[in-house]
Structure formats: C-alpha cells, structure tokens
C-alpha cells in the first residue's frame, strides 16, 4: 500500500502519524510547503519519505497512491478554487477505488463560525489563531464539493469537541510547566470531550469535519 500524507507541521514537532501510517502502508510519502519543515520531518520521522511539494500541482504520476491523509491542509487556502483545485491534484494521483481521509476546519460550528466573522490580524495578535485560516466548510458544502471533483463520500463525521480557544493555550501552559502525569490527565479530559460525537449535535462542537472518501473511476 502507498499513503500519501499533505503535510508534516505533526511529524516535524512530534513523532506524528508516523507509527499508525507506517502500520498500515508499505510507502508513505509526507509533503510540505516550507522546505524547514520538510527537513525537520526526515529527522524526526525516518521511515517517511519527506519532500517539498505543492498539493495544488503534485509532482506525482496518476494513480500511483492508495490512500492520501490530508489533515487540515486544504483549509489553509484562501478560495474554493485553489481547494477544487487540490482535491482535482489528489483524485488525478489516486488509483481507482482509492481512499480519502480528509479534514477541514468546520463552518458549521458556531466558534468556527465567529472565528471567520473576526479580523484575523487581531486574532493573529491575540495568540488565538496563530496561523492563517482560508476556506472552510461544513459537512454538507464539503460533501458537495468533494462530489463535484470525482469523489464518492463513503463516512462524514466531527472531530476535536473540546473547545481550541481554551484548550490551545491550556496545553501551551502545561507542556511548559506541568509534568507528564498532569500532561496526560489533561490530555485525557479534553480526549473525553469526544464522547460528543455521538450526538446529534456533533456539527455544532466540533472544530473539523472528517470526511472518508473514495475516487470514482
């Protein structure tokens, strides 16, 4: 099997998905914009091939992947079209039949929502949103737009339902002065937080959309 992960900001700051994809994937190839990160990736995740690409025009043949992850990269771009653009760039490398995981920032939650409505400078200056967020969708735009670019949706569901504005900053204060043993019990009470995803409500609390998707032929 090859996987093919769209970034490694995860990999370059800690080991990252590295073991679970390297489980289930005989090649896995992991890409970045920023050429530092890509080198700090390499050091830290060996057994992941590193390069420097564009998700919006992949140095890939066609049909060459299994699977591709794309955690929260396509909600970096500023339009739609460079998002239609990027999944156009993931389909045309997937071999048929071959599978999507895909996460996007989720507009249908209200802080999401709240978030996008605020100036980011002031965000950005606030230590809220430390990096910039561009497009982003809920579950039913992102269906639709993955359905206009060749893909089926096989499963769409919610993730992160704790709240990121206090659980960015809390992790932030922790990793700098808490042990390990308050490290993992925080990390456990926000893990705990994902018991919302068996509500109808998910939608609402979660932070991103996560979608399985499949090429069609």
């Known amino acids: ?14 080991a990252g998905h590295q073991r679970c ?52 990269t396509l909600d970096h771009f500023q339009t739609e079209g460079e998002v239609a653009e ?24 209200p802080l999401v929502a709240l978030r996008n409505a605020l100036p980011f400078g002031l965000l ?11 497009a982003t969708y809920g579950p039913r735009r992102l269906q639709s737009l993955l359905a206009a670019n060749g893909f089926v949706v096989l499963e769409t569901t919610a993730a992160m339902h704790c709240l990121r504005v206090l659980a960015v900053p809390l992790c932030r204060v922790f990793d700098r002065l808490a042990g390990e043993g308050a490290q993992n019990a925080l990390l ?22 996560a979608v399985l998707a499949k090429k069609l032929r």
Do not use: H, W
């Open 1 to 14: 099997m090859r996987l093919l992960k769209t970034d490694l900001f995860d990999e370059a700051l800690t």
């Open 21 to 72: 994809m390297c489980q289930r994937a005989g090649l896995v190839v992991g890409i970045d914009l920023s050429q530092a990160i890509v080198r700090e990736a390499a050091r830290r995740c060996p057994s992941v091939s590193c390069l420097r690409a564009d998700v919006r025009q992949l140095p890939f043949a066609s049909d060459v992947f299994d699977a591709v992850v794309s955690l929260s």
């Open 86 to 109: 990027s999944l156009r760039e993931l389909r045309r490398t997937l071999r048929p039949e071959g599978l999507l995981l895909l996460t996007m920032d989720n507009a249908a939650n």
């Open 124 to 134: 950005n200056r606030l230590g809220l949103v430390p990096y910039y967020v561009g």
């Open 188 to 209: 456990r009470f926000l893990m705990g937080n994902e018991r919302l995803n068996q509500l109808p409500t998910r939608y609402t609390t979660g932070s991103f959309v």
